[in-house]
């Protein structure tokens, strides 16, 4: 079992920035591929970004790229989400998830692929 805790979300104006963390409870999370999602109110739960298990394939939803950018500290058992040029339309709760045990990376943006998830941390972008 894996616990996995977000954190860094707040208030931030438009265009600016803001760090998400996903950090987890068991070693063998560096083996995992790691997803974030975000879910803004009255929408479904959509994929933001992810990463497999040594940050050297990354993939992203086309609302986010070249904005977005995660990445990964294996000794820390971290995973990071470095979102710049926030727009309102980025607000949401942010989850990461992990484990792909079913489909492997070719599930990635799929959130029924994902074994583990996090409860989420608030992103709020104002205009």
């Known amino acids: 079992q894996v616990q996995l805790v977000e954190s860094g979300g707040g208030l931030v104006q438009a265009g600016g920035t803001l760090r998400l963390s996903c950090a987890a409870s068991e070693r063998t999370f560096s083996t995992y591929a790691v997803g974030w999602f975000r879910q803004a109110p009255g929408k479904e739960r959509e994929f933001v970004a992810a990463?497999?298990?040594?940050?050297?394939?990354?993939s992203y939803a086309d609302s986010v790229k070249g904005r977005f950018t995660i990445s990964r500290d294996n000794a820390k058992n971290t995973v990071y989400l470095q979102m710049n040029n926030l727009k309102p339309e980025d607000t949401a709760v942010y989850f990461c998830?992990?484990?792909?045990?079913?489909?492997?990376?070719?599930?990635?943006?799929?959130?029924?692929?994902?074994?583990?998830w996090g409860q989420g941390t608030q992103v709020t972008v104002s205009s």
């Open positions: 990463t497999n298990w040594n940050a050297d394939t990354t």
């Open positions: 998830a992990t484990k792909l045990s079913a489909t492997g990376w070719g599930g990635r943006t799929t959130l029924e692929n994902y074994d583990y």
